[in-house]
């Protein structure tokens, strides 16, 4: 009798310790998440990837929280809630340094968290310890594949940019086009406008021998800025009164 109720003391024991593991198990998956997020945080090359993956891993270890209601696992509760509150003020952060700071705090402590887990449950059975391990590596591998996913869309972020900065680029080009084509235009009538008054004041006097050429087209403007255009019109101006004035002159 006394046997009997010694192997039923024994196997309740071990029963009551396999289930704790199990109840265990659901915050062993999500602090995988914490601890990957964390660290993506902390590779993140700018302020708004980094709040996004810190983000996430306040995510992961509020999934760990609810995870812990049936595991009892001494320190882990108060890991956890300090990973939260970490967490929760890199959204406010202004620096990037500011947020790997509090991305550092979320990494230490799942770690640590993981390191708590570890321990309470390492009293269950080998083939238990090996379904964790095999289930950690599948969580670790759906997580690599998510990493692959993000950064096929940063790719395809980062390409649509530079098209569309291309498209831009080539509006700007289109409507500096079309700024000098204007100014040539109107600067071209200007000058044609002065020659007629000239050659029309000219003609008043009996200069008829001193008409005024239009020479404005003759370089290729297209090619110049809208600086060298305006100066080559005023050039062409101050010439053509500089050349008016002596053929009026010349006829005295």
């Known amino acids: 009798m006394l ?8 196997f309740s024991f071990s029963f009551l310790n396999s289930f704790s593991q199990s ?3 659901g915050a062993q998956a999500y602090i ?13 090359n700018n302020l708004t990837h980094a709040k996004y993956y810190a983000a996430k891993a306040k995510e992961s270890f509020e999934n760990v929280q609810e995870s812990l209601k049936d595991c009892q696992c001494d320190q882990v509760d108060d890991f956890v809630y300090d990973a939260i509150a970490y967490l929760s003020k890199a959204e406010s952060a202004e620096k990037k340094e500011k947020a790997y700071y509090y991305a550092q705090k979320g990494k230490e402590l799942a770690q640590a968290t993981i390191e708590k887990l570890d321990r309470c449950t390492m009293t ?3 083939s238990d310890v090996s379904s ?16 692959e996913q993000l950064k096929q869309q940063q790719l395809a972020l980062q390409q649509k940019q530079a098209e569309l900065k291309q498209q831009l680029i ?13 100014l040539i235009s109107k600067m071209t009538s200007v000058v044609k406008n002065n020659i007629r008054t000239f050659n029309d004041a000219l003609k008043n006097f009996n200069c008829t021998n001193e008409i005024l050429e239009d020479s ?37």
């Open 32 to 44: 995988v998440y914490a601890l990957s997020n964390s660290n993506s945080a902390l590779e993140a």
């Open 216 to 252: 404005s087209n003759q370089i290729d403007l297209n090619n110049q800025s809208l600086e060298s255009i305006r100066l080559h019109f005023i050039n062409i101006l101050t010439e053509l009164s500089s050349e008016y004035t002596l053929k009026l002159k010349s006829c005295i």
């Open 170 to 182: 080539q509006k700007e080009a289109q409507e500096l086009t079309l700024k000098k084509e204007v």
């Open 23 to 25: 109840d265990c198990s």
């Open 124 to 126: 269950g059975s080998g």
């Open 3 to 10: 046997k009997n109720y010694l192997f039923l003391l024994i």
């Open 132 to 147: 964790n391990t095999t289930y950690e590596a599948d969580e670790l591998s759906s997580i690599a594949k998510q990493q």
